[in-house]
């Protein structure tokens, strides 16, 4: 499984037996849930759960781990909410990126300064 970034969305590739499981998965699941809603079966859905710990450890064991930043994860056990990190990761990026361009700003006067005075001599 890739993920990456595009456009405020984080996308998701799965390979082809990577989906094909996680259709298992949710067939499985949808099956616990009729099985868990209909009051007539007392019997308790052993071998759907088996199956369903066994297909998630398989996609477990198949796909790429995809690390999720500590700081993401932070913002989010504290404020309960995702998207003001991003808002706060883009406002960071701006800042960063207008402090770059005043630098670039301050860097380009010096160099006129310079070849003015050198004009001077």
Do not use: H, W
């Not at 809603?37 to 759960?49: C, G, K, L, Y």
């Not at 710990?53 to 700081?71: F, G, H, R, Y």
């Not at 406002?91 to 860097?107: A, G, T, V, Y």
């Amino acid at each position: 499984m890739k993920s990456y970034r595009q456009d405020n969305k984080i996308l998701f590739k799965f390979e082809e037996d990577n989906s094909k499981t996680i259709q298992r998965i949710l067939r499985i699941l949808k099956d616990i849930v009729r099985i868990c809603e209909n009051r007539s079966v007392t019997a308790f859905p052993v071998e759907d759960i088996k199956s369903l710990v066994e297909s998630c450890n398989l996609l477990t064991i198949t796909v790429d781990d995809v690390k999720v930043p500590i700081s993401y994860v932070d913002y989010v056990n504290t404020n309960k909410e995702s998207i003001g990190f991003f808002k706060e990761v883009e406002k960071d990026f701006k800042q960063s990126e207008s402090n770059l361009m005043q630098k670039k700003s301050i860097f380009k006067k010096f160099k006129e300064e310079v070849s003015e005075y050198q004009n001077i001599l």
